[in-house]
């Protein structure tokens, strides 16, 4: 089909660090609160420490919300709750700073970003940096013709890992990532049922504007025709979402794949990045330990692709606003679990007893400038991982403080 090879995601995204999260749940055994006392926070904050590769974890201080914008066919059949073409406003209200993700945005210091992919609308209605990586206006109708063609398949891909390197390139730590779309979901659940082998009825809901029971009938006729066309190209993802996806999708898609390349963890939000994270774990099975599930949209074809890629959602509020918006909900607890594990203090019989273990032989002293070595218990990718005796000290010393300095590679007493 093209010049893109996805197999060579499959080489070069690797899982988050696994020596440095066990080194992080070692340091965690030892802090003031009791573990398991936090709950969910632990396994977050552990999570944090692999993908950062740090056993003390940094704060998310760089967040950025990314949507991506489109107008999909599908929708003139009456699948959504909003007019057909009509996701140009979703876009304008986040411009205004007036929609949920918007809001909330603002409120958790977290930048915003739109990618317009597939708007049916004038470009010039939108700033050069929303419309400058558009591929056509509106994607096909996929109950009878493909989203996209196969050349505008590759370029909304590659638009996606662009728009991945820049965000990794200007310092964002984690992003937020959602969609703005008008049929949206109906691709999505296309997508999910082709992928997981279900019947259209199994997926359908009722999207996140809501939709009656005539226009569920409708959206679940849409799948099934949508899915006679994309069976025949399962092995295939790119043919997949050129057949059945959309711009916007499709971008989506490689832009996760980009970002776990990148090492650039990412929260996701409803339906529709679900859909985009399970053909993102076809072509690369790693890829999803760089992923969280923000939040549970009670949307079933959602529910699906997360049990297949064995997902907990971290929120179940009910909020079906889409935008990003459950995914930004999330944003705070994923701060708090970082903030918690690199600040809570360690039990002060932890202290004692580090304090007090001897070193050894006093002739033999540390040498200045040396690393740790091999052979120390430290894990992959750290000099010593801390809970390690990998530092040798000519005596006992009164504190963890001080004997932490005369501990080379070890910051993390």
Known sequence: MSGLNLDDFGNLIERPDSGVRRDAEERRERLAVRPGALGRLDDLGEWLAAAQHAVIVRPVERPRVVLFAGDHGVAALGVSGRPAGSAHRLVRAVLDGESPAAVLARRF???IRVVDMSL?????????????????RG??????????????????????????????DSGTDLVVLGDLSVGGTTAASTLIAALCGTDASVVTGRGGAGIDDLAWMRKCAAIRDALRRARPVLGDQLALLAATGGADLTAMTGFLLQCAVRRTPVILDG???????????????????????????????????????????????GVTAGEGT?????????QAAAALLAELPERREDRRDAADE????PESGPARGTDSGPGTDSGPGTDSGPGTD????????????????ETPGDGTA
């Open 120 to 136: 049916d609308c004038d470009p010039g209605a939108f700033p050069e940096e929303v419309v400058r990586h558009r591929v056509r």
């Open 326 to 334: 459950g995914a930004l909900l999330a944003l705070p607890m994923v």
């Open 271 to 317: 339906v529709v990045s679900a859909a985009c994270a399970l053909v993102g774990q076809r072509v690369a099975f790693r890829a999803p330990d760089w992923w969280l599930a923000g939040q549970a949209s009670g949307e079933p074809a959602q529910e699906k692709a997360l049990d297949r890629m064995a997902m907990d959602p971290l929120l179940d509020h």
């Open 390 to 405: 990998s530092a040798p000290a000519s005596e006992p010393e009164p504190t963890t403080a001080s004997a932490a300095r």
């Open 109 to 111: 210091g977290a930048g």
């Open 139 to 168: 994607s096909g109708r996929i109950d009878v013709e493909n989203a996209l063609t196969s050349e505008e398949a590759e370029q909304a891909f590659r638009a996606g890992m662009a728009v991945a390197d820049e965000e990794a």
């Open 358 to 361: 001897p070193g050894p032989a």
